[in-house]
């Protein structure tokens, strides 16, 4: 019986499942609604679907996109937890940074949010070290096994644990996490050393905490879901790689952007399969939209990522998310205008069309009253209500005094410029020109509105993948084994010997994590990286570092790169300026496991002579008969000419007019603006 590899992205309105026939490269497809109460449920009901749909065959692997850690901060379900700190440091939280949420122009307005350990949960235990790891005072065992019993006499289950400088040493971390586990052995324990070993006390003390929060639901999903499953399975990190369920239950933080991490990689593959190596990717879901920038192939990663209101300064892909999905809610301001989003209906009740008791208008049924979108979801497994779509549109524009026309188009104009200004701050700020760059848009809501997104930011084009709502889940079957590794050493004379030593001991622990996960020690990979800056700066740009030995011309190189990125980013660079140093902070690594990808074949279905299969009564400046396809019935070079709607499984594309949509050899839709009629 020939097996399949399947991935299973968990998103807030739908469960995407992609599977894969390991001899054939054949891939299958498919989508259930996501269960909020117990993700597990829309899990197993997906993976079911998709075997039934594939005949059956036997599973070899399963790769699991899941939004359970991000759901828990989004949400701010942070309880019971504490904090163990360096003795006089236990206002770390409540200093913070001195920066400002939307810059100095809030500043009188904006109130403090709540620490994520409010004060009187912090504990703190004596002894220091200094910054290069040397013991100043010794560890205070007894105050150490104080503050573990008071933990646990308040019934306080997780427990993160920072101290000063331990990213040099971190034997008082170790020491402090054994005295817990002995006097307070139902604690959960998160420490900094083993979370981020990085300076930056702060920073270092809010990843470490957030791990800690998450770490006890996690591993309940996992073992719940692993007892339901009955196999192994891996789980999606933010970094771009996977990691077996067993391992990723000791890091959770590494999975809180897990689902569109992976949406970004199978953007990346199919982008750059079609010939497009350099990419916008637009990942629209139920909840939100995800967006990416894929410059070579590769998406661009971060270490200054948040999730929620909490800084996380693990690397993961640079993703900004806003909340403008198909469920974003629509409402109107105190002062009487409209607004949608970031409030969204989720999949239960979901919007007024899906006939569940909801109340709000929602970006859905602006669509579905528009006639943009067909009157059922998932090729008819899920009807929806379009009088009650229009109702509440109708509802709504009455509040506002417009036409319903109006008040629909206008929550789609207010998405699409959501969507837009997401997308401009991740190019402009990487000093990139968005009009050089076409998009990649997937996800069930993701192609609903290309045509504006294309006027707005000037896009040479959009290519809408086939079976859009699934590329998250196939980027799940794309991703390599990644753990990734640092080491703060500042120094402006790097010392060649001790960074060997560093790379060397860094990379021990990625060969060990490789070990548990299979890989035997010819198919380990090793990508060093350092983080740079001129002396004096706050923050680091971060360059790839050789392999092989470390020598001047090692060291020549890496400055070299250091010097072409700053000014790339900035535009200025003191490459010849001997009045500025260069500062070393932080040396990488990344340990790599490669798989076997999954080829993009190319779609030889349809007809280059396409015939609408119906029309239907749309709105776009008018109403108006437009022609329907069927995506299905289009083969490489078709052209469709808008206005029209092209219908799929999992996904619609409104097509305004004065827009063509061409089909490319591997069955792409690529969306440009076309010349005007008339």
Same mark, same amino acid.
């Given at each position: 019986?020939?097996?399949?590899?399947?991935?299973?992205?968990?998103?807030?309105?739908?469960?995407?499942?992609?599977?894969?026939?390991?001899?054939?490269?054949?891939?299958?497809?498919?989508?259930?609604?996501?269960?909020?109460?117990?993700?597990?449920?829309?899990?197993?009901?997906?993976?079911?679907?998709?075997?039934?749909?594939?005949?059956?065959?036997?599973?070899?692997?399963?790769?699991?996109?899941?939004?359970?850690?991000?759901?828990? *901060?989004?949400?701010?379900?942070?309880?019971?937890?504490?904090?163990?700190?360096?003795?006089?440091?236990?206002?770390?939280?409540?200093?913070?940074?001195?920066?400002?949420?939307?810059?100095?122009?809030?500043?009188?307005?904006?109130?403090?949010?709540?620490?994520?350990?409010?004060?009187?949960?912090?504990?703190?235990?004596?002894?220091?070290?200094?910054?290069?790891?040397?013991?100043?005072?010794?560890?205070?065992?007894?105050?150490?096994?104080?503050?573990?019993?008071?933990?646990?006499?308040?019934?306080?289950?997780?427990?993160?644990?920072?101290?000063?400088?331990?990213?040099?040493?971190?034997?008082?971390?170790?020491?402090?996490?054994?005295?817990?586990?002995?006097?307070?052995?139902?604690?959960?324990?998160?420490?900094?050393?083993?979370?981020?070993?990085?300076?930056?006390?702060?920073?270092?003390?809010?990843?470490?905490?957030?791990?800690?929060?998450?770490?006890?639901?996690?591993?309940?999903?996992?073992?719940?879901?692993?007892?339901?499953?009955?196999?192994?399975?891996?789980?999606?990190?933010?970094?771009?790689?996977?990691?077996?369920?067993?391992?990723?239950?000791?890091?959770?933080?590494?999975?809180?952007?897990?689902?569109?991490?992976?949406?970004?990689?199978?953007?990346?593959?199919?982008?750059s399969t079609a010939g497009h190596p350099s990419v916008i990717t637009l990942d629209g879901g139920g909840t939100s939209t995800d967006v990416a920038v894929v410059v070579d192939g590769e998406p661009s990663l971060t270490t200054e990522g948040s999730v929620g209101r909490y800084p996380c300064k693990i690397p993961m892909i640079d993703i900004v998310t806003v909340g403008?999905?198909?469920?974003?809610?629509?409402?109107?301001?105190?002062?009487?205008?409209?607004?949608?989003?970031?409030?969204?209906?989720?999949?239960?009740?979901?919007?007024?069309?899906?006939?569940?008791?909801?109340?709000?208008?929602?970006?859905?049924?602006?669509?579905?009253?528009?006639?943009?979108?067909?009157?059922?979801?998932?090729?008819?497994?899920?009807?929806?209500?379009?009088?009650?779509?229009?109702?509440?549109?109708?509802?709504?524009?009455?509040?506002?005094?417009?036409?319903?026309?109006?008040?629909?188009?206008?929550?789609?104009?207010?998405?699409?410029?959501?969507?837009?200004?997401?997308?401009?701050?991740?190019?402009?700020?990487?000093?990139?020109?968005?009009?050089?760059?076409?998009?990649?848009?997937?996800?069930?809501?993701?192609?609903?509105?290309?045509?504006?997104?294309?006027?707005?930011?000037?896009?040479?084009?959009?290519?809408?993948?086939?079976?859009?709502?699934?590329?998250?889940?196939?980027?799940?079957?794309?991703?390599?084994?990644?753990?990734?590794?640092?080491?703060?050493?500042?120094?402006?004379? *790097?010392?060649?010997?001790?960074?060997?030593?560093?790379?060397?001991?860094?990379?021990?622990?990625?060969?060990?994590?490789?070990?548990?996960?299979?890989?035997?020690?010819?198919?380990?990979?090793?990508?060093?990286?350092?983080?740079?800056?001129?002396?004096?700066?706050?923050?680091?740009?971060?360059?790839?570092?050789?392999?092989?030995?470390?020598?001047?011309?090692?060291?020549?190189?890496?400055?070299?790169?250091?010097?072409?990125?700053?000014?790339?980013?900035?535009?200025?660079?003191?490459?010849?300026?001997?009045?500025?140093?260069?500062?070393?902070?932080?040396?990488?690594?990344?340990?790599?496991?490669?798989?076997?990808?999954?080829?993009?074949?190319?779609?030889?279905?349809?007809?280059?002579?396409?015939?609408?299969?119906?029309?239907?009564?749309?709105?776009?400046?008018?109403?108006?008969?437009?022609?329907?396809?069927?995506?299905?019935?289009?083969?490489?070079?078709?052209?469709?000419?808008?206005?029209?709607?092209?219908?799929?499984?999992?996904?619609?594309?409104?097509?305004?007019?004065?827009?063509?949509?061409?089909?490319?050899?591997?069955?792409?839709?690529?969306?440009?603006?076309?010349?005007?009629?008339?």
């Amino acid at each position: 019986m020939r097996s399949v590899r399947i991935g299973v992205d968990t998103g807030g309105t739908f469960t995407d499942v992609v599977a894969v026939d390991e001899q054939t490269g054949e891939i299958t497809t498919t989508k259930t609604p996501s269960t909020p109460a117990d993700p597990a449920d829309g899990f197993l009901e997906g993976v079911r679907k998709v075997l039934e749909k594939a005949g059956g065959q036997t599973v070899s692997a399963v790769v699991h996109g899941t939004t359970v850690a991000t759901n828990q *901060l989004l949400e701010d379900r942070i309880a019971d937890l504490g904090f163990v700190t360096t003795e006089g440091f236990e206002f770390i939280l409540e200093i913070a940074r001195q920066s400002v949420p939307d810059g100095y122009g809030n500043s009188y307005f904006w109130v403090k949010p709540p620490r994520i350990v409010p004060v009187h949960r912090v504990r703190t235990v004596g002894g220091r070290l200094d910054h290069t790891g040397a013991e100043v005072r010794p560890f205070d065992e007894e105050a150490a096994v104080a503050a573990a019993g008071w933990f646990r006499e308040r019934g306080i289950t997780a427990i993160g644990v920072c101290f000063l400088h331990s990213y040099a040493n971190p034997a008082h971390e170790l020491r402090m996490r054994e005295i817990l586990e002995r006097e307070h052995p139902g604690a959960v324990v998160s420490i900094s050393s083993d979370v981020l070993r990085e300076y930056r006390e702060y920073e270092r003390s809010v990843t470490t905490l957030v791990d800690a929060a998450v770490k006890p639901t996690m591993r309940r999903y996992i073992a719940g879901l692993a007892d339901r499953l009955g196999m192994p399975f891996s789980v999606m990190k933010s970094n771009g790689g996977v990691l077996s369920a067993a391992e990723v239950v000791n890091q959770p933080i590494t999975t809180v952007l897990s689902g569109p991490a992976a949406g970004a990689l199978g953007a990346a593959l199919i982008a750059s399969t079609a010939g497009h190596p350099s990419v916008i990717t637009l990942d629209g879901g139920g909840t939100s939209t995800d967006v990416a920038v894929v410059v070579d192939g590769e998406p661009s990663l971060t270490t200054e990522g948040s999730v929620g209101r909490y800084p996380c300064k693990i690397p993961m892909i640079d993703i900004v998310t806003v909340g403008a999905g198909g469920g974003s809610v629509a409402w109107i301001s105190p002062e009487g205008t409209l607004k949608v989003g970031p409030k969204s209906a989720g999949a239960d009740p979901g919007p007024l069309c899906y006939g569940r008791g909801s109340t709000e208008v929602t970006v859905t049924d602006a669509h579905v009253f528009l006639g943009r979108v067909p009157p059922h979801l998932l090729g008819g497994e899920i009807p929806l209500e379009a009088e009650a779509a229009r109702q509440g549109i109708e509802t709504l524009a009455g509040k506002l005094g417009l036409s319903p026309e109006r008040t629909a188009a206008g929550i789609l104009e207010i998405s699409a410029f959501n969507q837009s200004n997401a997308i401009r701050r991740l190019t402009v700020k990487r000093g990139l020109d968005v009009r050089d760059f076409p998009m990649v848009a997937f996800g069930g809501s993701g192609p609903l509105l290309v045509c504006r997104l294309i006027d707005i930011l000037g896009l040479p084009s959009v290519t809408v993948p086939p079976d859009p709502g699934n590329v998250s889940a196939f980027g799940l079957l794309t991703v390599d084994v990644k753990n990734d590794y640092v080491r703060t050493f500042v120094t402006r004379d *790097l010392s060649l010997d001790s960074a060997a030593e560093i790379f060397g001991e860094l990379e021990g622990q990625a060969a060990e994590a490789l070990d548990r996960e299979g890989f035997t020690a010819d198919r380990h990979v090793y990508a060093r990286s350092a983080d740079l800056r001129y002396y004096g700066q706050a923050y680091e740009v971060r360059v790839p570092a050789p392999a092989g030995p470390l020598d001047e011309a090692w060291r020549a190189e890496v400055l070299d790169r250091f010097h072409r990125a700053h000014h790339r980013l900035y535009g200025y660079g003191y490459r010849d300026d001997p009045r500025h140093g260069v500062e070393w902070v932080n040396l990488r690594v990344s340990g790599i496991g490669p798989i076997t990808r999954p080829a993009i074949g190319r779609r030889p279905y349809g007809t280059a002579d396409p015939r609408p299969v119906t029309a239907r009564e749309v709105f776009y400046d008018a109403w108006g008969p437009a022609p329907i396809h069927r995506r299905t019935d289009l083969a490489a070079g078709a052209v469709v000419a808008g206005p029209a709607v092209i219908e799929e499984y999992g996904s619609t594309l409104p097509l305004h007019p004065g827009f063509t949509a061409t089909v490319d050899a591997f069955g792409n839709l690529e969306v440009r603006r076309g010349r005007e009629e008339g």
